[in-house]
Each structure stands twice: as C-alpha cells, then as structure tokens.
C-alpha cells in the first residue's frame, strides 16, 4: 500500500498533522508519562519508549503511506500528541485491518480536537488510500474516546479481548467500532 503519498501533511481549521519531528520526542514522552492520559494503557511509557514509538510511526509512515501523525495547534504550533491510521500488529478475528486511533496531552481534551483531526485522517484514508473500512477500538470505559468513534460516523459492532494484554487485566476487554467507505460517504452527503 505504500505509495507517493507517505508523510503526507494534513490540515484542518485548527490543527496540522504532518511527520514527526526531533523535538516532538520529549513532549511525547512527558505526555506518555502522564497517567491521566495513560489510564487506558497498561502503563505509562519510559522516555525511550515514547522514542521508540516515534521511530515505529516514521517507519509505519515509509511502510504504508499513512500513519500516525503528529498533531500541531495552528495557531500555537505547539505539540498536542498523536492522530492517524494504523496497522495494528496484533492478530485477532478482524485484522489484518487499518485502525484509526488518537493520544492527546491532557490539556487538549474536550475541545474537539481529537474529533477534527480524525476525520481528517479517515478522510485521507478512503480518498487518498482507498481503505474499504476503517476500525477502532478502546476499552469500555473510555467513554470519550468512543464518542470521538460515534462523532466521526463509527458504529460499536463487537467487543473482544485484546490479545497483547493478559486476560485476567482490566483492561484486556476491548469496545470495536467500524465505518466503511459507503457509510462515510452517506453521511457527507447528508
């Protein structure tokens, strides 16, 4: 699927989405530390880790031809977190699949933000990447997350546990959203 479009630049009214930076490494990593942002994760990430992750979405970017962006306030410039499609690299029923998937700073939330810049990404992904369906997925209690999915025109279609986290955790139990192209589609022509 790798294609000229690779780290492609999107823009919103308020936000940009372009490739990862250098300096984007450290308030990634201060934001992976935060466990307010991290409570649906299994824990908060090291420095290195947060690295680490950059240089997977680089690589993901080269690899497919879209990724996780990072996510910069037009007006401030300033670093906000993480937005974009994904392959996941796990295996259950329903992959090998594109997931849409989000991570901002504490002080981002509740503004729409995570909304605007999804449908930016799902909007590249069907016109751009010619994706048939787009998944996501969180745990049950991540409400705001799942109206992020709904606001963008997903609908809930099953739960399943995750397989990278132990059955016995909390957190193994997963919500799964889908939309096609068809349904986004319907609803712009609304």
């Known amino acids: 699927m790798r294609n000229t ?10 936000l940009i989405l372009r490739p990862w930076r250098e300096t984007d490494v450290a308030p990634f990593a201060e934001m992976n530390a935060d466990r307010k942002v991290m409570q649906y994760f299994p824990a908060p990430l090291s420095y290195e880790e947060s690295a680490s992750l950059v240089e997977r979405c680089q690589k993901h970017f080269d690899e497919y031809g879209f ?11 300033e670093f906000a977190g993480f937005i974009g499609l994904a392959v996941p690299q796990f295996t259950a029923y329903f992959t090998p699949c594109v997931e849409i998937g989000w991570r901002l700073a ?6 729409g933000y995570a909304t605007e810049g999804a449908q930016a990404a799902l909007d590249f992904g069907f016109d751009q990447c010619n994706l ?8 049950p209690a991540n ?5 992020v999915m709904e606001k ?8 399943f546990d995750h397989p990278a986290i132990p ?9 799964l959203y889908r939309i096609t192209k068809q349904e986004r589609d319907a609803l712009q022509a609304v």
């Open 143 to 147: 409400v705001a997350s799942r109206r």
């Open 5 to 14: 479009l690779e780290k492609q630049t999107l823009e919103t009214s308020r």
């Open 167 to 175: 059955g016995d955790d909390p957190l193994c139990r997963h919500v």
């Open 152 to 159: 963008i025109g997903m609908s809930y279609i099953d739960n």
């Open 67 to 77: 990724g996780l962006w990072a996510v910069e306030l037009k007006e401030t410039t």
């Open 106 to 111: 504490a002080p981002y939330w509740n503004q």
């Open 132 to 139: 048939k369906e787009v998944l996501s997925f969180t745990v």
